[in-house]
């Protein structure tokens, strides 16, 4: 974290000299890539352990418009089509488990995922769920591991993002299933926002 803020803080100083693109382009591959390492291992985690995380990527919106650190970052997270932090970790988790369940991914995490089976031919067995493990083996910490996070945010899919037919579309429909709830409420302080930007 501290790394990031001490990129962001070298990037506004070079600020004035660059055009939003070239500040969006420079902070996207700087900072915003640094929140996304890894952050599947931060799924299950309480918000106030995801704050610093999330503060950090305001600050970065803030930075791109030239804003001040108080403006409401969330129609500029629209305006940038970022997922949210919280959002984000649901996005790489979810992702695994789509190459978990329809490869290619190493054997150690597809096992950690079962497709759901019924005894007959049912309908059922047509929506591609996963089956969540049991909780009674896995001790207290059980509701972090992939393992029981994965199946269970997988089966709140919609139908349509579930049966994908490939990566890329799954991709694609992934990030609108969870960009629509995360930050389309808030349209016309969007469009306020946006138009304080352009008045610059």
């Known amino acids: 974290m501290d790394y990031s803020r001490f990129l962001l803080y070298n990037i506004r100083r070079i600020r004035p000299f660059l055009s939003q693109e070239a500040t969006q382009l420079l902070v996207q591959s700087l900072v915003i ?22 503060l950090v990527q305001n600050a970065a919106a803030h930075l791109i418009f030239s804003l001040p650190k108080f403006t409401h970052v969330t129609p500029l997270l629209r305006s940038l089509h ?42 059922a067995s ?31 899919l919609p139908l349509g993002v579930r049966t994908a037919e490939s990566l ?13 709830p995360a930050l389309a409420p808030v349209r016309a302080v969007s469009e306020l926002v946006i138009k304080q930007v352009k008045a610059r």
């Open 82 to 123: 970022w997922l949210p932090v919280v959002a984000r970790i649901r996005f790489k988790t979810l992702m695994l488990a789509y190459k978990a369940k329809n490869g290619p991914a190493p054997p150690y995490l597809m096992a950690m995922v079962k497709s759901r089976t019924v005894p007959r031919a049912l309908r």
């Open 33 to 54: 890539s640094r929140l996304d390492y890894c952050n599947s291992l931060l799924a299950g985690l309480p918000l106030r352990a995801i704050r610093p995380l999330q």
């Open 168 to 180: 890329a579309v799954f991709k694609r429909r992934l990030k609108t299933h969870l960009f629509v």
């Open 126 to 156: 047509s929506t591609a769920r996963l089956e969540p493990p049991s909780l009674r083996t896995h001790g207290r910490q059980a509701s972090r591991l992939f393992s029981v996070l994965a199946p269970r945010w997988w089966n709140e």
